[in-house]
């Protein structure tokens, strides 16, 4: 089955510089990659996602990057705030259409957004 | 709701007691999901529904664990037996099937297995 790491386990950045985190996956069929935000005591949020037909998808300050051929992809936020501070989780599936079978998550990157 | 809703919130049991946790997903989804998250680590697939049936059940770590989706809305994860190692927090998640790949998860129910 598909395998996901992710790093850093915690990333702490200054308010207003940029934060990256990094994931690879081992199913080469996997065709599906959402990064999700979970705040204390909430359910996780999607914020982007990126299938692998493409490379790059930005949206406003947040950027996802993949490389199939190395099997990796990297959230990239930019002119961080403390609203982003929260854990945050890559996650991969082959599941046809993106929603068909259970994702495979990576096991998280606290991001803390020092003022 | 506009949500996904999850009861309870807190479930504390004594080993060896059954337990039931409800899940009611965004009206019109066809798909849910459940998901397990211990401490410090992501959500773990345990199941998943497409309508009333179980499309993906691969997740499930033993036969203690068994959910329904009887009428392809409200489902029910139940735990027999249950064990301290099942302490987690129970994540269900919906979505409206069309492939847009989007989950939307509750706020979880967190159990403890004393």
């Known amino acids: 089955g598909e395998n996901v790491e992710q790093h850093p386990s915690t990333l702490s950045v200054q308010e207003g510089d940029s934060a990256v985190i990094k994931c690879t996956y081992s199913?080469?069929?996997?065709?599906?990659f959402p990064w999700y935000k979970q705040e204390l005591g909430k359910g996780p949020q999607l914020i982007i996602d990126?299938?692998?037909?493409?490379g790059e998808k930005k949206d406003q300050r947040i950027a996802v990057t993949l490389n199939k051929t190395a099997k990796h992809f990297s959230l990239h936020i930019t002119e961080t705030q403390p609203e982003d501070s929260a854990v945050y989780f890559c996650?991969?599936?082959?599941?046809?259409?993106?929603?068909?079978?259970?994702?495979?998550f990576g096991k998280g990157t606290h991001l803390i957004i020092q003022p | 709701g506009a949500g996904v809703s999850q009861t309870p919130s807190n479930k504390v049991t004594e080993k060896g007691k059954y337990v039931e946790l409800r899940c009611d997903p965004i009206?019109?989804?066809?798909?849910l999901y459940w998901y397990r998250q211990s401490l410090g680590q992501g959500p773990e697939f345990l199941i998943y529904?497409?309508?009333?049936?179980?499309?993906?059940d691969s997740g499930l770590p033993n036969d203690r664990f068994f959910a329904v989706r009887p009428e392809g809305s409200v489902s029910t994860l139940k735990i027999q037996r249950t064990e301290r190692g099942d302490s987690a927090v129970y994540l269900c998640?919906?979505?409206?099937?069309?492939?847009?790949?989007?989950?939307?998860f509750g706020e979880g129910s967190r159990l403890t297995v004393l």
């Open positions: 998640a919906s979505s409206s099937g069309g492939g847009t790949g989007e989950l939307f």
């Open positions: 199913d080469s069929a996997s065709n599906y």
């Open positions: 990126i299938r692998s037909n493409v």
């Open positions: 996650a991969a599936t082959a599941g046809a259409g993106g929603g068909a079978d259970g994702l495979t």
């Open positions: 009206s019109g989804h066809t798909a």
């Open positions: 529904f497409q309508g009333t049936g179980a499309a993906d």
